[in-house]
C-alpha cells in the first residue's frame, strides 16, 4: 500500500487532494439553459422561445431583453411572475476510488446518482415608467445566473461533487432615450449579489482489498464532506438599441458586460474533529501506528479556513429581428452569443494559512483547482405570435442552446450538452390595464459523457481517483406572469 501513496506528510497531501482539488460553487447546469446562464426572465418570453425578444415590447420585461425598448410603452407598466421547473437527471457508470480501486469491489457502497436535480422556482420583476415621449426610465430584479444541484450521500461521483448552489439577484436601473421616430437607445447598470455554496464528499479511508484494516467487510463509503461557502457584490452594464427599420420590421440589439465577482468565505469539512486518514504502513507515522490517524498529527481537529472563489461572469450580445407579417401574425427571429470562454478554470485559494490549503497538495495556497476551459456558445431561436381577438394571443418557438462545455473537461458538476428548446405560449389581456402570460417549454437535451479525474496547478492529472459514465437528463418549465398597465 505504501508504494501508491507514498509516505509521511506526502501521503496525507496525496490521499486528501482528491477531496479538494476541483471543489467549486457555481458550476453545475440546471439542464435548462447552457452553462449556469438563468433565461427564465419572463412567461412572455417562454412562449416564443426569447425568438426576438430585443426587438418587440410586450411589457416592462424590456427592462432585461432591451432596454431601448422601453421608448415604446406608452403607460407605465408592472411586470412580475415566476417559473417553475421540473427537471430530472440520472447518472449511470463507474467509480475508481484514490487507492486506485474500482466501485466493485468495494461491497456496492454506492449508487449510480439517481435524481441530482432539484425542482426551482425562479421570480422575476419589473416596472417601466415614460417620463414623456423620448425618455423613459426602468428597474428590474430578476436572477440571471444560478443553479441548485444535489446529489445522494453515497454517489458514484460523490468524490467530485455533492452539493452545489448559486444564487443571484440582479437589481437593474435602466434608462432609454428616443433619438428619433425610428430610433431609441437604452442602457442600464447592473448590481449583483451572488451567493454560492459547495460540498463534495471525502473517500480518506478507501477501500484495500487484502489490507487488514482497509479490505474489511464493513467498508462504508465516504466518511466525511468538504463545504466550501461564500458570497459577493459585483457591477456590471448593458446598452441596447431598437431600431424600426420599416413599418412592419423591427431589428433589436443588447449587449451586457461580464461581472466580477470574487465570492469570500469558509472552507470547511463538515465533520471538523476525528478527521482521519490513512498512513504508510511501512512506517512514517509519527506518533501513531501504521494505520488510521488523526489528518493533523495531535487531536483530528481541523478548523475551518478563510477562501476566496474568483469568478467572472459571461458578456453576451443579442440580435433579435421582429416582422409583423399580417395584422394578426409576427414573426420573431434571434441570436446570442455568450463568451464562455472567459471561464477556464475555477479555484478556490486558501485567504490565510492553515491546514486545509496544506492538505490538498496543490501548493500556492490553493484548496481547489478544476480545469473547464469553456468556449463561447451561440444560440438561436425562432418564434412567432398570432393574435386571435382582443383577448388572446398565441406563441410558439424552437430555440438550439449550444453547451459550453468540451468533452475533455466535462466534469460532475457541470455535465453541460447541447439542447433544443420547443415551447408554446399564450397571453390573456383581461382589460385594457390588465393582462396575464403563460409559457410552457419542454428541452430535448443529448446524452452527455463523464470522464473525469483531478488536476494539479499545470493541468496535469493528479491521482487515479475517477469517474465514469453517462446522464440522462429532461426538463419541463412552466411560467406564469401579469403585467398592469398604469
Same mark, same amino acid.
Given at each position: 500500500?505504501?508504494?501508491?501513496?507514498?509516505?509521511?506528510?506526502?501521503?496525507?497531501?496525496?490521499?486528501? $487532494?482528491?477531496?479538494?482539488?476541483?471543489?467549486?460553487?457555481?458550476?453545475?447546469?440546471?439542464?435548462?439553459?447552457?452553462?449556469?446562464?438563468?433565461?427564465?426572465?419572463?412567461?412572455?418570453?417562454?412562449?416564443?422561445?426569447?425568438?426576438?425578444?430585443?426587438?418587440?415590447?410586450?411589457?416592462?420585461?424590456?427592462?432585461?431583453?432591451?432596454?431601448?425598448?422601453?421608448?415604446?410603452?406608452?403607460?407605465?407598466?408592472?411586470?412580475?411572475?415566476?417559473?417553475?421547473?421540473?427537471?430530472?437527471?440520472?447518472?449511470?457508470?463507474?467509480?475508481?476510488?484514490?487507492?486506485?480501486?474500482?466501485?466493485?469491489?468495494?461491497?456496492?457502497?454506492?449508487?449510480?446518482?439517481?435524481?441530482?436535480?432539484?425542482?426551482?422556482?425562479?421570480?422575476?420583476?419589473?416596472?417601466?415608467?415614460?417620463?414623456?415621449?423620448?425618455?423613459?426610465?426602468?428597474?428590474?430584479?430578476?436572477?440571471?445566473?444560478?443553479?441548485?444541484?444535489?446529489?445522494?450521500?453515497?454517489?458514484?461521483?460523490?468524490?467530485?461533487?455533492?452539493?452545489?448552489?448559486?444564487?443571484?439577484?440582479?437589481?437593474?436601473?435602466?434608462?432609454?432615450?428616443?433619438?428619433?421616430?425610428?430610433?431609441?437607445?437604452?442602457?442600464?447598470?447592473?448590481?449583483?449579489?451572488?451567493?454560492?455554496?459547495?460540498?463534495?464528499?471525502?473517500?480518506?479511508?478507501?477501500?484495500?482489498?487484502?489490507?487488514?484494516?482497509?479490505?474489511?467487510?464493513?467498508?462504508?463509503?465516504?466518511?466525511?464532506?468538504?463545504?466550501?461557502?461564500?458570497?459577493?457584490?459585483?457591477?456590471?452594464?448593458?446598452?441596447?438599441?431598437?431600431?424600426?427599420?420599416?413599418?412592419?420590421?423591427?431589428?433589436?440589439?443588447?449587449?451586457?458586460?461580464?461581472?466580477?465577482?470574487?465570492?469570500?468565505?469558509?472552507?470547511?469539512?463538515?465533520?471538523?474533529?476525528?478527521?482521519?486518514?490513512?498512513?504508510?504502513?511501512?512506517?512514517?507515522?509519527?506518533?501513531?501506528?501504521?494505520?488510521?490517524?488523526?489528518?493533523?498529527?495531535?487531536?483530528?481537529?481541523?478548523?475551518?479556513?478563510?477562501?476566496?472563489?474568483?469568478?467572472?461572469?459571461?458578456?453576451?450580445?443579442?440580435?433579435?429581428?421582429?416582422?409583423?407579417?399580417?395584422?394578426?401574425?409576427?414573426?420573431?427571429?434571434?441570436?446570442?452569443?455568450?463568451?464562455?470562454?472567459?471561464?477556464?478554470?475555477?479555484?478556490?485559494?486558501?485567504?490565510?494559512?492553515?491546514?486545509?490549503?496544506?492538505?490538498?497538495?496543490?501548493?500556492?495556497?490553493?484548496?481547489?483547482?478544476?480545469?473547464?476551459?469553456?468556449?463561447?456558445?451561440?444560440?438561436?431561436?425562432?418564434?412567432?405570435?398570432?393574435?386571435?381577438?382582443?383577448?388572446?394571443?398565441?406563441?410558439?418557438?424552437?430555440?438550439?442552446?449550444?453547451?459550453?462545455?468540451?468533452?475533455?473537461? $466535462?466534469?460532475?458538476?457541470?455535465?453541460?450538452?447541447?439542447?433544443?428548446?420547443?415551447?408554446?405560449?399564450?397571453?390573456?389581456?383581461?382589460?385594457?390595464?390588465?393582462?396575464?402570460?403563460?409559457?410552457?417549454?419542454?428541452?430535448?437535451?443529448?446524452?452527455?459523457?463523464?470522464?473525469?479525474?483531478?488536476?494539479?496547478?499545470?493541468?496535469?492529472?493528479?491521482?487515479?481517483?475517477?469517474?465514469?459514465?453517462?446522464?440522462?437528463?429532461?426538463?419541463?418549465?412552466?411560467?406564469?406572469?401579469?403585467?398592469?398597465?398604469?
Amino acid at each position: 500500500f505504501g508504494h501508491v501513496f507514498g509516505s509521511g506528510s506526502d501521503m496525507k497531501a496525496i490521499l486528501l $487532494r482528491a477531496g479538494f482539488t476541483g471543489a467549486s460553487i457555481v458550476l453545475m447546469s440546471t439542464a435548462y439553459a447552457s452553462g449556469y446562464k438563468v433565461n427564465e426572465q419572463s412567461a412572455s418570453g417562454v412562449g416564443t422561445a426569447y425568438a426576438g425578444r430585443a426587438a418587440v415590447a410586450d411589457d416592462a420585461s424590456v427592462v432585461f431583453y432591451n432596454p431601448a425598448a422601453m421608448s415604446k410603452l406608452k403607460r407605465s407598466e408592472l411586470s412580475f411572475g415566476a417559473t417553475y421547473i421540473d427537471v430530472e437527471g440520472s447518472f449511470e457508470g463507474t467509480r475508481t476510488n484514490p487507492a486506485g480501486v474500482p466501485d466493485a469491489a468495494e461491497g456496492n457502497a454506492y449508487d449510480d446518482g439517481g435524481d441530482f436535480v432539484p425542482n426551482a422556482t425562479i421570480p422575476f420583476v419589473y416596472y417601466v415608467h415614460p417620463v414623456d415621449d423620448k425618455v423613459a426610465f426602468g428597474f428590474g430584479i430578476f436572477a440571471p445566473f444560478g443553479t441548485h444541484t444535489d446529489y445522494s450521500s453515497n454517489a458514484l461521483v460523490g468524490g467530485f461533487a455533492d452539493e452545489t448552489e448559486l444564487t443571484t439577484i440582479d437589481f437593474q436601473p435602466t434608462f432609454s432615450y428616443r433619438v428619433s421616430d425610428t430610433l431609441a437607445i437604452g442602457g442600464g447598470i447592473d448590481i449583483m449579489y451572488a451567493h454560492g455554496l459547495l460540498s463534495k464528499q471525502l473517500d480518506l479511508v478507501p477501500y484495500v482489498p487484502g489490507h487488514p484494516q482497509l479490505g474489511n467487510t464493513d467498508y462504508q463509503g465516504y466518511e466525511n464532506k468538504f463545504e466550501v461557502e461564500g458570497n459577493d457584490l459585483g457591477y456590471g452594464w448593458n446598452l441596447g438599441l431598437i431600431w424600426d427599420v420599416t413599418a412592419h420590421t423591427t431589428l433589436g440589439f443588447t449587449y451586457r458586460s461580464e461581472v466580477d465577482l470574487e465570492l469570500v468565505g469558509d472552507s470547511k469539512f463538515i465533520q471538523s474533529s476525528g478527521v482521519v486518514a490513512y498512513t504508510d504502513p511501512d512506517g512514517d507515522a509519527g506518533p501513531y501506528p501504521a494505520g488510521i490517524y488523526p489528518v493533523d498529527g495531535a487531536t483530528g481537529q481541523v478548523d475551518s479556513q478563510a477562501s476566496r472563489v474568483p469568478l467572472t461572469t459571461p458578456r453576451s450580445a443579442t440580435l433579435s429581428l421582429a416582422h409583423q407579417a399580417t395584422d394578426n401574425l409576427q414573426l420573431q427571429a434571434g441570436a446570442t452569443w455568450t463568451d464562455w470562454s472567459v471561464f477556464k478554470y475555477f479555484d478556490i485559494i486558501a485567504t490565510k494559512p492553515g491546514l486545509i490549503d496544506d492538505l490538498s497538495g496543490l501548493g500556492d495556497n490553493y484548496i481547489g483547482h478544476i480545469v473547464e476551459k469553456w468556449h463561447d456558445t451561440l444560440s438561436w431561436a425562432v418564434g412567432a405570435s398570432y393574435r386571435i381577438d382582443q383577448r388572446w394571443l398565441l406563441r410558439g418557438g424552437y430555440a438550439y442552446d449550444e453547451a459550453p462545455v468540451s468533452d475533455d473537461h $466535462r466534469t460532475a458538476r457541470v455535465p453541460d450538452t447541447d439542447r433544443q428548446w420547443l415551447t408554446a405560449g399564450a397571453r390573456y389581456d383581461l382589460n385594457n390595464d390588465i393582462s396575464f402570460d403563460l409559457g410552457i417549454a419542454y428541452l430535448l437535451i443529448d446524452d452527455s459523457k463523464l470522464n473525469e479525474y483531478d488536476y494539479d496547478l499545470n493541468d496535469q492529472v493528479s491521482g487515479v481517483e475517477n469517474a465514469q459514465g453517462t446522464y440522462d437528463v429532461d426538463a419541463l418549465g412552466v411560467s406564469l406572469q401579469m403585467n398592469y398597465r398604469m
